[in-house]
């Protein structure tokens, strides 16, 4: 039975980790690889034997795997419990595939580095508790696993701990999504106060039999989900994490940005459609914090010179897509968006550090150009993910962005065609950005050094080879593979307007099929919209790419002298707004200063202090009279027992008093 092999997927990356972390230090690095990728391959077999077993004919819909009661405690009960539906077989493709081809790009990529075992265990862990999220059964076992790929992420981010930005980096992700968990922890207490349980099918099950349930509590509940969503998302206010993340070695920003951590709250909305359908007023907060998000973030992205920081926006910005099509009830597509940017985002971080690995570790594309004759292999699967996130057909990225952008347009959200509007919008800044990076990276006048030393580079160490080198094929092999899926990973959702089928639509039907809006808007529409809409996306794409090829490779100095035109402006998006400064002037130093003064001073200093030195005064006070009674001096031994009697008869005179 497909069930009894569930255990695996998270057990297997599990095991890595223990083995890795608790003998790694002494085992050869061949060793320390071998485990990892082993312990991560199998899952990834395991799944595809799933999806083969899951698209059988009669084949169930779903497969669940039970080991008995977890918590159970009066009037509430939960289970340790795995289930696989459509929807998450999906997910455990992204992770478990991209994952396994992250690992093995980095057994390249970090072999030159200190703590190799040590990172390898963090990517098992990692897995593992994603691995976990996607399972789960329940809200509850969802939060271990979501908590979990937190902890990772906050050792992977801050892997390079010795560098203070590196261990800031970490904590702040692990602060600012500790927000976002708030919120889905009292999502949670509502839940249990509501419905009693926190299983999945039970929750969804009573939504559903009650048909007039809509508003009240589901809308606080799934307001309070979007909470935990933005944080693990990155999404407006709580996307400010993400781009320091780049602080981590690039596998890391990869494994993060594409194929788990940040996925795991569009996954979460998506699971909880029942509740959100039911709300309107949330999935409309929803739409509008994914429109905003998408193209805020595209603004700081095009001005970005760090190559991995414009990759970073990028994701938040594709992120805000992917809530867009939630927001208006478009799961599918935002599901369908989140199986494509794995492949092309991945791609896009790998080959990234590629180009940094061939530089010995340069980062600033100021100082890259003409490498594309250098490192013909990187730059040809490069090109492959920035002509799929640009939406160029028939790459990955226009199947699934324009499913986003169609189904804003028909939907029947008030502001469906002002959502539309800015996703369009956001389409050709993207494109701009990402062929400014594709141009200024590999391409116009190289401004490489011919000999690369090894510097205060972020998360490589230089090889001391000198020149530009072409990266190991163990880590050209992933960026292969991801390229032909951001070429072909768009095919499973082909429109019918676009004499396709969308397989990825009728694969899902099952899991969403209660969150009808979408496809019924979709049916109204008509073919003819559809196409004009996608001729419109393409136009867009194709616009980006033109006002880049002027910028950067036709009239290099344009870019330049607009700056110089409007400086203010210029700063204040290269500054990315500013955001930062205004969280630290208005949140961070206002609670550090609460803390040194209230609780530094007011509870450490004068109560736990105090109470220590009242503690000590005391207690000398006591023994200052103890030694004085205990003399040695028998005269005073005699005063001291007639005091004493004294006192014994007073109490003995009059308790009798007052007795009577």
């Known amino acids: 039975m497909p069930s009894s092999y569930l255990w695996l997927i998270p057990l297997l990356p599990f095991t890595g980790f223990l083995i890795n972390g608790t003998l790694g230090r002494k085992l050869p690095r061949a060793a320390v690889t071998a485990i990892a990728l082993l312990f991560t391959a199998v899952p990834a077999a395991i799944v595809a034997w799933l999806w083969v077993t899951m698209k059988a004919v009669g084949a169930p819909d779903s497969i669940s795997i039970n ?97 203070d930005s590196a261990a800031n980096a970490g904590k702040k992700a692990f602060i600012v999504n500790r927000i976002g968990d708030f919120g889905f922890l009292l999502a949670m207490f509502l839940i249990v106060a509501h419905f009693g349980s926190l299983d999945f099918a039970h929750v969804f099950n009573a939504i559903s039999v009650n048909p007039d349930w809509h508003g009240g509590v589901l809308t606080a509940i799934a307001l309070l989900l979007v909470v935990g969503a933005a944080g693990k998302s990155a999404q407006i206010p709580l996307y400010v994490w993400l781009p320091d993340a780049m602080e981590g070695p690039t596998p890391v920003s990869a494994l993060i940005h594409a194929a788990t951590m940040v996925t795991a709250g569009i996954y979460m909305v ?48 594709q992120l805000g897509y992917m809530f867009l099509a939630c927001g208006v009830g478009a799961y599918t597509a935002g599901i369908f968006h989140l199986l494509t940017h794995a492949f092309f985002k991945a791609l896009l971080f790998l080959a990234a550090g590629s180009v940094i690995h061939a530089l010995s570790g340069e980062q600033d594309m100021r100082k890259m150009g003409g490498l594309w004759r250098k490192i013909p292999i990187t730059f040809w699967t490069m090109t492959m993910g920035v002509f799929a996130i640009a939406g160029i057909p028939p790459l990955a990225g226009f199947f699934s962005k324009d499913e986003i952008l169609y ?123 559809e196409l004009t809409l996608a001729a419109l996306s393409v136009l867009t794409a194709l616009a980006g790419l033109g006002l880049a090829y002027t910028f950067y490779y036709k009239k290099p100095g344009t870019a330049a002298t607009l700056a110089q035109r409007a400086p203010a402006l210029y700063r204040l ?88």
């Open 67 to 163: 080991a008995g009661p977890w918590i159970t405690i009066t009037g509430f009960h939960v289970d340790f419990a795995f289930t696989v539906d459509h929807l998450t077989l999906i997910m455990l493709g992204v992770v478990t595939g991209v994952g396994f081809l992250i690992h093995l790009y980095s057994a390249g990529y970090m072999a030159h580095e200190e703590g190799y075992w040590r990172f390898f265990a963090y990517l098992n862990l990692f897995m593992f508790f994603m691995s976990v999220l996607v399972l789960a059964e329940s809200f509850l076992l969802l939060f271990v696993g979501w908590e979990g790929v937190g902890l990772a992420s906050y050792l992977l981010i801050g892997f390079y701990f010795k560098k």
């Open 573 to 660: 998006v290269e500054n990315k707004f500013y955001v930062d400064e205004i969280y630290s002037a208005v949140i961070i130093t206002p609670l550090l200063m609460f803390t040194r003064l209230i609780l530094g001073g007011l509870v450490d200093s004068g109560l736990v202090n105090g109470s220590g030195a009242l503690a000590g005064a005391t207690t000398r006070g006591l023994s200052t009279l103890t030694r004085r009674v205990q003399s040695g001096n028998i005269r005073s031994y005699a005063g001291w027992l007639a005091l004493g009697a004294a006192a014994v008869l007073i109490v003995m005179i009059f308790g009798r008093f007052w007795a009577h």
């Open 407 to 529: 189904q804003a347009f028909i939907s029947p959200n008030p502001i469906g065609k002002l959502l539309w509007a800015v996703g369009l919008i956001t389409a050709g800044m993207t494109s701009f950005y990402m062929f400014r990076l594709w141009f200024k990276t590999f391409f116009g006048e190289s401004r490489v050094e011919e000999t690369h030393a090894s510097h205060g580079h972020d998360d490589h160490a230089s090889h001391g080879n000198g020149g530009v080198h072409e990266s190991p094929w163990i880590m050209l092999f992933a960026l292969v593979i991801l390229a032909i899926l951001s070429v072909i990973g768009g095919w499973v959702g082909v429109p019918t307007a676009m004499f396709g089928h969308n397989e990825i639509e009728h694969f899902l039907a099952p899991v969403f099929e209660s969150g009808a809006s979408a496809q019924a808007a979709t049916a109204a529409a008509s073919q003819g919209l």
């Open 270 to 317: 998506a699971r909880c459609h029942t509740i959100f359908d039911r709300s309107p007023y949330a999935l409309g907060v929803v739409a509008i914090i994914g429109a905003a998000t998408a193209i805020f973030a595209a603004c700081i992205g095009i001005v970005q010179h760090d190559i991995k920081r414009v990759l970073a926006y990028s994701t938040v910005s």
